[in-house]
């Protein structure tokens, strides 16, 4: 009898054998440099597939022989994730910049064009525009509430619709909350994808995944991921992770390979570990965050509330919601009254929630993101993008809902 079991009941036996590990139920942490082969001809063996010059055989596994290229708990760490957005393959990094910064270094060459979604993660926004310059890969962007129209005409404006080398959207965005349909961005890179230059379509899914968002699914070729946030989700780890199908993967875990911007065992292990709660906490920080939402539209020293639980029904950003999400997630940004000095006033104010930056943990976190997170953005550019002085963005955590509220309500009051 066969049954498939769902990506939450796998995350504490997948790719783990105890027969190999003495017995032990749970992923020992192989803290090792190098690995030991059992014959010359094994060694041979195993370099010929890492290296490329020859494929693997059809049951053949890559052979253990140096932890910058594999490692036990890094393999069984991205058997495991791979599960969640059902990819063929994972490859995991030392940080979500670095995951980032790989992708757009191997499937970008000069001459090339990145369109990218505006607002997106302030480092990226800097890798794109001076990083990436340098070595004259030009960039292009646009804003969610651009028509697919708009963004053509952006494209073709440019003269470099014919050099179109990546298509690359956060979405949510951050800090702002807001979608971009990720079908429509899938029909924009098969239109200017060519034979010497293909578009590829590239999500950064830290916000929403991978527990409340498909990416792959709806179209992207690859999805990126500040593991750090919802997937470490303990505040204890820095890493990054690239997911996508496998003939992609072979170019992405190749160039890391030379690299060498793999985590370390011990982050892999830590990983592992926060993988067998990721739904469990999702969820409850989901039920929190409506909550929370729901109270602070209804405040008075409050302007706007940015949060996927409110678009409102019957808009085109909803028809997107509900094509790309399967939950409202978990982050909040609102616009208070008052502007930066409020802000700081009520971020001074808290007493549970925690002033710092970074998302997805078991705790709360606050922060002022124009002073902040994004303070490297030109202002001209924050303002389009919605990043004012009045924007306060929360990372709503595992806590009792009614405290997180209490805490929220006596911070508003202290303005």
């Known amino acids: 009898m066969s049954h498939k079991f769902k990506p939450e009941s796998l995350m504490m036996t997948h790719g783990y054998k105890p027969e190999l590990s003495e017995g032990a139920i749970k992923c020992p942490i192989f803290q090792t440099s190098t690995f030991a082969f059992k014959t010359a001809e094994e060694g041979k063996s195993f370099f010929e597939v890492a290296y490329g010059l020859r494929e693997k055989d ?95 005409k952006i494209i073709e404006d440019s003269g470099k619709a014919d050099r179109l080398g990546m298509i690359y959207i956060e979405t949510p965005a951050n800090p702002t909350n807001t979608i971009i349909d990720i079908q429509m961005c899938r029909e924009l890179a098969d239109q200017y994808s060519t034979e010497e230059t293909p578009t590829f379509l590239c999500v950064d899914n830290t916000y929403m995944g991978p527990v409340w968002s498909k990416p792959l699914e709806a179209g992207a070729d690859l999805v990126v991921y500040s593991a750090t946030k919802y997937i470490g989700g303990h505040s204890d780890l820095i890493a990054g992770a690239v997911l996508c199908n496998a003939e992609l993967m072979v170019r992405v875990k190749t160039l890391r390979t030379f690299l060498g911007n793999m985590v370390s065992p011990h982050t892999a292990w830590l990983m592992l570990r926060s993988l067998e709660t990721l739904k469990l906490r999702m969820e409850k920080q989901c039920l929190n965050a409506q909550k929370v939402a729901e109270f602070l539209n209804n405040h008075p020293k409050v302007k706007k509330v940015y949060y996927l639980g409110l678009i409102e029904e019957g808009t085109h950003a909803h028809d997107i919601y509900k094509r790309q999400y399967n939950s409202p997630g978990a982050m909040i940004s609102f616009d208070i009254e008052g502007g930066e000095k409020a802000a700081f006033k009520f971020l001074n104010a808290l007493k549970l929630m925690k002033l710092a930056v970074s998302l997805g943990s078991t705790e709360s976190l606050a922060q002022h993101p124009q002073t902040m997170t994004h303070c490297g953005i030109d202002p001209e550019q924050r303002d389009r993008m919605g990043i004012s002085e009045d924007l306060v963005r929360l990372s709503i955590g595992v806590e009792d809902a009614k405290d997180i509220i209490w805490d929220v309500e006596q911070a508003l009051a202290a303005i």
């Open 58 to 152: 059809q049951d053949e596994e890559l052979g253990l022989i140096y932890s910058r290229i594999n490692n036990p708990n890094l393999e069984i760490l991205e058997n495991r994730l791979s599960l969640w957005d059902k990819a063929d393959d994972s490859a995991v990094f030392e940080s979500g910049m670095s995951a980032i910064s790989t992708v757009m270094l191997e499937f970008l060459k000069p001459g090339d064009v990145i369109l990218y979604s505006s607002p997106t993660y302030g480092g990226t926004d800097h890798f794109i525009q001076h990083f990436l310059k340098k070595i004259g890969v030009d960039y292009l962007t646009f804003h969610p509430e651009d028509s697919k129209e708009e963004i053509q």
